[in-house]
């Protein structure tokens, strides 16, 4: 008796991603990351402290980017298709390459490959969460180091947002597409260069600008400023929407007029880049004025930050001028999913709290380098939650969602449906998750903690509470919550459907 | 607009070639036989024979986007060319072949969307004169709409004049009906231009007496002609609230020029693309997507305290009977489109307040314009038997100078006076001046009479 070997016989399974071309694409654009570390090399030089594991990463990633170009040449066509394993490659690359030099340095605070990773995702996904406990005490060249990893992030966010996310469709940024990300013919490849190439120049005026608002008061010899150092690292941190700080008690280290002025530069990280390139370089500031989005984004920036400001200024513990400026500067800090913190708010009272832990899920504009759900996304649930209430007493009613006075197209608005819903998902799985770690390993958490540790990694925020608050770190957690958050970090920052997306059998099947 | 100083036009005589036989060129064709040499051109020989018979007017079988038949039609002779057969391009082909054929002739080309008429208003059509229906049956069914009870409305001068026919009603205000005119307390800014009696339309002396049963033809500013409705028809308010049944081409017409006005509409459209599309063009309208035969959707979304329905669908019968639900329902004023020139008695028999032809006033935009290309509005009131003109005096009219009380000219009323851009409502001693633009009402018959004297 003879069995005819099972599955054999026919021919085999085909892919229907064309894995060759997707990394060739992998490769030829993180081999441009390897040279971003010459600046922490010279940093080391200056301090004269070790150089080599920067020069060591910078050529193993460019080393690897061209090896894996030159592995897969001749399959350059990149479509949709391959975007989604592209982009996702593409974080996981880059944030391996943020840990590395924290491991080949040995550093006592991130040398642990876990820790490093962490440091490494969350700079490159624009979070800002660390694992360091002492960052002060950190070498100089490590904290140029992470400060950039935010600063490249937040480009690549940008570029993700406007040119490739729309194309991919996900949770309706076609919605979006503008003629940067176009349906046209132009292969993806040349899209992100094309937006890299146009948006670079914005990203450098305003970090500029980011630099010397902070770096003036300083020069001119005002109490409690920035020095250069201090304002080129935060100038870095804040246009990518990250909060690495090169302070223990982050922005708290500086005064009042410096505080005010990174909130007014978060806020505009949390703009729409095309918005404000349309405003500043081609001087049409009417559209921005007309943009329901950014008028949506600082409408719940004023309110929000005026409702926690007078929670503060009635209930303590701040008073005055110090109240208002706290509860506006962490709010600007949450919505723009930036980070930093100046006072110790784990003292605030449970309803500032719990209005921070909301404003975790609003994010900024889409095409910023904010992260979470993203202020269009949520006008557009709201207007489509309108619509069905009203048809439950008008069933007849035909009422299109209009944005800034175009339809939305249904499949659109499911599509945002869809995402808002997989967002809240993954939160409540990323909080089971923590919660079930710290039950058998520690540390002690309470719900707040839980909620602030999940949201704030998943909407690549970086606050966190309790253990892994202002004077603590993300050191507090077990291994496998520093693994389950820097999971969250990169699928936040991905917008979660092009993960969910690659775990299904038919994205590879033909 | 070309032509308009036209000195030859104004007179007699004119050869006319009216092509397409339908509807429309029908009532154009009895507008227009009296005074001058018509000719009617139509593919289908079956409406012409009548036409011929009844008017007296020559016809020839052919095409109308056909340049050598019209040429061998005797077009090149032609002073007035009016294209109006039911397809739009046809008219146009017809309007550009006339331009080449009689490049003295006015053309007026009707045509069924409003999208050719803004081109032809941003003078990229070479015609003279654009008419669209839907344009024209969004207006009439405005003012209708404008003018609650009002049986006819019509503007003149950019608005600054109105003219409104009502119906006397048995509760009309006693500052108006039982008195002389001369003695009666009328609203500021108004003259009765027409009292029609049994059938019988007069102009008015200050002797004349408003009855109740009469039809009143009033004319005066448009604050003063809203007041001649609150007085001739006390229960007439403001229509603030209308639904629209059909969204289809007509239809969506008139909801844009109610939603322009600012009057709150909801839409009943039972296509779902359709309605989609409406919902996505006018987002100042509510697009409800079900029949207007659906009693308990009328209940559930209070269509009974509307103050006007429209129906505007494509069957006159589908109209009719949606209609007759509404009124069933509680719908107060009712408007139908009618579509076959049938409909319109049986809707009135059906007890629909206003019907609406989109073919007629078609027909009487063109024939306002045909007149006189001076003539910028004529209203047929009454079924042709009494026009209102708009006209602007000749310096070397007889009647500059002359004090109203004088006119030589029998069976004609002067309603209003445009000077300086104001609106004048003249008594008797008033003199014309010239450059005057004269509102007047008169007898067909003695239409171009008027014309000519002044």
């Known amino acids: 008796m003879t069995l005819a070997a099972p599955g054999r016989a026919g021919p085999p399974a085909r892919l229907g991603v064309d894995v060759p071309a997707a990394l060739n694409l992998v490769g030829s654009l993180v081999k441009y990351l390897g040279p971003a570390s010459l600046l922490p090399v010279a940093f080391a030089i200056a301090h004269s402290e070790p150089a080599w594991p920067f020069l060591a990463a910078g050529a193993l990633v460019s080393g690897f980017g061209l090896a894996l170009e030159r592995l897969t040449r001749g399959a350059e066509e990149v479509g949709i298709r391959e975007g989604y394993l592209v982009i996702s490659l593409v974080w996981l690359v880059a944030g391996v390459y943020g840990a590395l030099p924290y491991m080949l340095a040995g550093n006592h605070q991130l040398g642990r490959p876990i820790d490093a990773l962490f440091e490494g995702m969350s700079g490159f996904t624009t979070t800002g969460a660390s694992t360091a406990t002492d960052v002060a005490a950190l070498p100089v060249s490590i904290q140029v180091w992470r400060q950039l990893t935010i600063w490249l992030g937040g480009i690549g966010v940008v570029a993700l947002g406007l040119a490739v996310l729309p194309r991919l469709r996900v949770g309706g940024r076609q919605l979006l597409e503008s003629e940067l990300a176009g349906g046209g013919t132009q292969p993806l490849s040349g899209r992100i260069r094309d937006t890299v190439g146009r948006f670079w120049r914005l990203y450098i005026v305003l970090s500029t600008a980011g630099f010397l608002a902070l770096a003036l008061p300083g020069w001119l010899g005002a109490g409690r400023a920035m020095d250069t150092f201090d304002a080129l690292a935060h100038a870095l941190s804040t246009i990518g929407t990250g909060s690495f700080s090169t302070e223990s008690h982050s922005i708290g280290a500086f005064g009042g007029l410096t505080q005010w002025t990174v909130v007014v530069f978060m806020a505009i990280a949390g703009m729409n880049f095309l918005v404000l390139y349309r405003a500043l370089f081609q001087r049409r500031p009417r559209e921005a004025a007309r943009d329901e989005e950014l008028r949506l984004y600082l409408a719940i920036l004023v309110v929000a930050g005026a409702a926690v400001a007078a929670i503060l200024l009635s209930r303590g513990p701040e008073h005055g001028e110090a109240a208002i400026r706290a509860g506006v500067f962490e709010v600007t800090s949450i919505v723009t999913t930036t980070g930093y913190f100046t006072v110790d708010y784990g003292h605030w009272p449970t309803f500032a709290l719990m209005a921070l832990a909301l404003l975790f899920f609003v994010g900024g504009c889409a095409g910023s380098t904010a992260g979470s759900i993203k202020v269009v996304r949520h006008l557009l649930l709201a207007r489509v939650l309108g619509r069905e209430v009203e048809r439950t007493v008008h069933p007849e009613l035909v009422r299109p969602v209009r944005l800034g006075g175009a339809v939305v197209e249904q499949q659109t608005l499911l599509a945002v449906i869809s995402f808002v819903l997989i967002y809240v998902a993954v939160f409540v799985l990323g909080t089971a998750v923590l919660a079930l770690d710290a039950a058998f390993h520690g540390p002690h958490l309470n719900v707040l903690d839980l909620v602030f540790a999940t949201a704030s990694t998943l909407a690549n925020a970086g606050v966190g509470l309790g253990p892994a608050g202002t004077t603590g770190s993300f050191a507090a957690f077990g291994d496998p919550s520093t693994v389950a958050m820097t999971l969250l970090m990169w699928v936040g920052r991905l917008e979660i459907l092009p993960v969910v997306v690659l775990l299904r059998r038919s994205y590879w099947q033909l | ?454």
């Open chain 2, 1 to 454: 607009m070309r032509g308009a100083e036209d000195a030859a036009y104004a007179q007699l005589d004119v050869k006319v070639f009216v092509l397409g036989a339908g509807l429309v060129g029908a009532t154009v064709v009895e507008a227009l036989h009296a005074g001058h040499h018509v000719t009617v051109v139509d593919l289908d020989p079956r409406p012409l024979k009548p036409l011929a018979q009844l008017y007296d007017v020559a016809t020839v079988q052919g095409s109308a986007a056909s340049g050598r038949e019209l040429a061998a039609a005797g077009i090149g002779q032609a002073g007035l060319v009016i294209a109006c057969t039911s397809q739009d391009e046809a008219n146009l082909v017809a309007g550009t072949i006339v331009r080449k054929l009689a490049p003295n002739a006015i053309t007026i080309v009707r045509t069924s969307s409003a999208e050719y008429a803004e081109i032809w208003r941003e003078s990229r059509l070479d015609v003279d004169f654009v008419v669209s229906t839907e344009r024209e049956t969004a207006r009439a069914v405005s003012q209708a709409i404008g003018m609650p009870y009002a049986r006819q409305t019509d503007t003149f001068a950019d608005g600054k004049i109105q003219i409104v026919e009502l119906d006397v009603g048995a509760r009309a205000s006693g500052d108006v009906v039982g008195k002389k005119l001369r003695d009666a307390r009328l609203p500021g800014g108004s003259r009765v231009a027409g009292i029609i009696r049994g059938g019988r339309a007069v102009l008015p002396d200050g002797d004349a007496v408003i009855a109740p049963g009469d039809r009143v033809v009033a004319i005066g500013s448009p604050l003063a002609a809203h007041q001649w409705c609150q007085l001739v028809s006390p229960s007439g308010a403001d229509v603030r609230d209308v639904v629209v049944f059909g969204a289809q081409q007509l239809g969506a017409a008139i909801v844009r020029a109610l939603v322009d006005q600012g009057i709150s509409v909801r839409v009943v459209e039972a296509d779902a693309a359709r309605a989609a599309l409406v919902a996505e063009r006018l987002p100042e309208a509510r697009v409800f997507n079900t029949t207007g035969l659906d009693p308990g959707f009328m209940q559930r979304e209070g269509i009974a305290r509307v103050q006007a329905a429209i129906f505007a669908m494509r069957d006159d019968a589908r109209n009719l009977f949606a209609a007759t639900l509404a009124r069933v329902q509680g719908v107060p004023y009712t408007i139908a489109l009618a579509h076959d020139p049938v409909s319109a008695r049986v809707y009135e028999t059906g007890g629909i307040d206003v019907s609406v032809d989109p073919r007629r006033v078609t027909a009487e935009a063109i024939v306002r314009f045909a007149h006189d290309p001076r003539t910028q509005q004529v209203s047929m009131l009454e079924g042709d038997r009494y026009e209102i003109l708009d006209v602007t005096t000749r310096p070397e009219s007889e009647l500059v100078g002359l004090p109203l009380r004088e006119m030589p000219i029998q069976d004609a009323l002067i309603g209003a006076i445009v000077r300086n851009h104001e609106a004048i409502f003249p008594c008797s001693d008033d003199v014309l001046q010239a450059g005057d633009r004269v509102i007047v009402f008169t007898e067909s018959s003695r239409a171009a009479e008027v014309e000519r004297a002044l």
